[in-house]
């Protein structure tokens, strides 16, 4: 990519809006849609919303840390950005689409970049029955919830919940239970990423669920289905020495 154009978009902080002013006086502003690349100056929160937010426009998206947490941003520099920009290795990631059922028989879709979670909404523990490819895999887990992660966000909620950390490129999904009470020493399961996986929920009346995809949260389910969305396709640019693949394996020697 040689001298590529560029929109600027930036999360509400004091940080990323004072980087946000003082690159549009250094490089210009062009809307996103006219541009070749989007930079979203925030953290790792921003940079997920910038991502769905532009996924129609199928535009790569360079992230700038003007954030709390930077996994998946590159630091911030105003130097040489279009030199950058030309050198950036592209990661391209697909999206999981959720689909759920909530108990008034209402079909709801979202887009998840990181996970789709079940989560319990009241003091009761969830009870959820698990298929993988419309074959049941367990009848009953009783916990505080589940999740089903890409490789790129593994690193995130999955990782906090002791997941697995999933290599780039491996073709593979997580499924980890959240503070699992039964079976108690189950720690889930890695699937290939061309698994349909289905959760029921067990006496939903009582022990009501959430399913949330990134930052789409329906409430009431009594199904989840989650798979991968070819048909969508996300860019995101890294500079050579701080891609994700390499982050994502420096993670897991992290102390």
């Known amino acids: 990519m040689s001298k590529p154009s560029v929109a600027f978009v930036a999360t509400d902080s004091e940080p990323a809006q004072a980087a946000l002013q003082s690159l549009h006086k ?5 809307n996103p849609k006219d541009a070749d690349v989007i930079v979203a100056l925030g953290g790792d929160g921003y940079m997920l919303e910038a991502l769905h937010t532009f996924l129609p426009l199928a535009k790569p998206v360079f992230g700038m840390h003007r954030g709390t947490i930077g996994f998946l941003m590159n630091d911030y520099s105003e130097d040489g950005l279009p030199a950058r920009l030309a050198k950036a290795e592209t990661v391209e990631l697909h999206p999981l689409k959720m689909t759920t059922i909530d108990s008034a028989g209402k079909e709801s879709c979202a887009l998840a970049i990181n996970e789709v979670s079940m989560l319990r909404e ?3 523990a969830a009870k959820l029955k698990v298929f993988v490819n419309d074959r049941c895999r367990m009848e009953e887990l009783v916990c505080d919830g589940a999740l089903v992660c890409t490789p790129a966000g593994s690193t995130a909620y999955n990782l906090s919940v002791h997941g697995p950390t999933l290599p780039l490129g491996a073709n593979l999904l997580a499924v980890t239970p959240i503070s699992a009470f039964r079976p108690r020493r189950w720690r889930g399961a890695i699937v290939p990423n061309n698994a349909v996986i289905k959760f029921q929920v067990l006496d939903p ?4 669920v959430s399913a949330v995809a990134d930052r ?6 009594v199904e989840v289905t989650i798979k991968e969305d070819r048909t969508q ?6 500079d050579p020495e701080h891609n994700l693949e390499e982050r994502i394996l420096a993670e897991q020697f992290s102390p």
């Open 216 to 221: 789409a949260e329906v409430r009431h389910v």
């Open 26 to 30: 250094r490089y210009g502003q062009l």
């Open 205 to 208: 009346d009582k022990r009501p």
């Open 233 to 238: 396709s996300i860019k995101l640019l890294f």
């Open 122 to 124: 009241s003091r009761q």
